[in-house]
């Protein structure tokens, strides 16, 4: 914890550097970030993302951000599709596969992405963050929204905080998973 503890020491003053905000020095790369930590450490992140949402209008009041929680957004969509419910009852009664299998071209990641920039908006934000990463599986996978996302997002930095490893290669949830590819974005600290 003491490792992580320095590393989410750092976050604030990442969030609100020149380089980040301004995407300075990424070699016409999207501006996009990966704040990685171990899954068993959930909780205290959660809480470490509640007091980042408190202090960032405190310390730069004119920053326009907005913060999407993954899960949510799934949940939202689909209840305004008003497929939530019937998806519940179907998990219920033939269980998660059936569910996933049902739920594939609805939760599709083009049309996620679009989601995400419906409510993010980012041509009007200064930064995006983004968690739910963990949560949100296995109805959606971050790399393959990461991807969708890479020409919806204009100049608008987003991180996102990771329960897993991020090697700069690939994404690998939950530290177990089979790791995904995944190359675009920089470790938000080390």
Same mark, same amino acid.
């Given at each position: 914890?003491?490792?992580?503890?320095?590393?989410?020491?750092?976050?604030? #003053?990442?969030?609100? =550097?020149?380089? $980040?905000?301004?995407? %300075?020095?990424?070699?016409? /790369?999207?501006?996009?970030?990966?704040?990685?930590?171990? !899954?068993?450490? /959930?909780?205290?992140?959660?809480?470490?993302?509640?007091?980042?949402?408190?202090?960032? !209008? @405190?310390?730069?009041?004119?920053?326009?951000?907005?913060?999407?929680?993954?899960? /949510?957004?799934?949940?939202?969509?689909?209840?305004?599709? @008003?497929?939530?419910?019937?998806?519940? #009852?179907?998990?219920?009664?033939?269980?998660?596969?059936?569910?996933? @299998? =049902?739920? %594939?071209?609805?939760?599709? !990641?083009?049309?996620?992405?679009?989601?995400?920039? =419906?409510?993010?908006?980012?041509?009007?934000?200064?930064?995006?963050?983004?968690?739910?990463?963990?949560?949100?599986?296995?109805? $959606?996978?971050?790399?393959?929204?990461?991807?969708?996302?890479?020409?919806?997002?204009?100049?608008?930095?987003?991180?996102?905080?990771? !329960?897993?490893?991020?090697?700069?290669?690939?994404?690998?949830?939950?530290?177990?998973? %089979?790791?995904?590819?995944?190359?675009?974005?920089?470790?938000?600290?080390?």
């Amino acid at each position: 914890m003491k490792t992580l503890q320095s590393r989410m020491d750092k976050i604030m #003053d990442r969030l609100l =550097s020149e380089e $980040l905000l301004q995407n %300075k020095g990424l070699g016409n /790369e999207i501006g996009f970030y990966i704040f990685d930590y171990p !899954p068993e450490y /959930e909780l205290e992140m959660r809480a470490h993302i509640k007091f980042i949402l408190r202090q960032l !209008p @405190k310390k730069k009041p004119d920053l326009s951000f907005v913060h999407i929680n993954l899960f /949510e957004m799934i949940v939202n969509y689909l209840k305004s599709r @008003k497929l939530l419910d019937r998806a519940i #009852d179907m998990q219920k009664k033939d269980g998660d596969q059936k569910l996933l @299998k =049902s739920l %594939k071209g609805p939760l599709d !990641p083009k049309q996620l992405a679009k989601v995400f920039v =419906s409510e993010a908006d980012p041509a009007n934000q200064d930064l995006i963050l983004v968690s739910g990463v963990g949560n949100a599986y296995p109805l $959606l996978r971050s790399h393959n929204l990461l991807n969708n996302l890479h020409s919806l997002m204009g100049d608008t930095p987003l991180v996102m905080f990771y !329960p897993g490893v991020y090697t700069g290669q690939g994404l690998r949830l939950f530290g177990k998973l %089979k790791e995904a590819n995944y190359y675009r974005a920089f470790q938000l600290v080390v």
